[in-house]
Nanobody
Framework: QVQFAESGGGSVQPGGSLRLSCEAF????????MAWYRQAPGMQRELVAQ???????HYSESVKGRFTISRDNAKSAVYLQMNSLKPEDTAVYYC??????????WGQGTQVTVSS
């Protein structure tokens, strides 16, 4: 089964930065598009950033210009650099394939809290 382990979250003040990491297991990462998702309390999980197997990136309007997704296929890892963080970025962040495959399982996610 494909699994993911997210890390790098934390508590920061508005305007701060964090870099999230995701390690993938049971998958040949270079073959798949990957994405970061987030879920805020009481909200549905939403797609934040995508990176295709060929490296093309796409962002939601809410994070465009502030977040950068990247991947290292050799390390089976995906990253999310988050700058200029806002309170509305507070959520649990997850990585997964894009599109999501039937064989993948959601990881525990990593909590990001932006607060003064």
């Amino acid at each position: 089964q494909v699994q993911f382990a997210e890390s790098g979250g934390g508590s920061v003040q508005p305007g701060g930065s964090l870099r999230l990491s995701c390690e993938a297991f049971g998958i040949i990462l270079r073959l798949y598009g990957m994405a970061w998702y987030r879920q805020a309390p009481g909200m549905q999980r939403e797609l934040v950033a995508q990176i295709a197997s060929g490296g093309r990136m796409h962002y939601s309007e809410s994070v465009k210009g502030r977040f950068t997704i990247s991947r290292d296929n050799a390390k089976s890892a995906v990253y999310l650099q988050m700058n200029s963080l806002k309170p509305e970025d507070t959520a649990v962040y997850y990585c997964n394939t894009d599109p999501i495959l039937p064989t993948t399982a959601w990881g525990q996610g990593t909590q990001v809290t932006v607060s003064s």
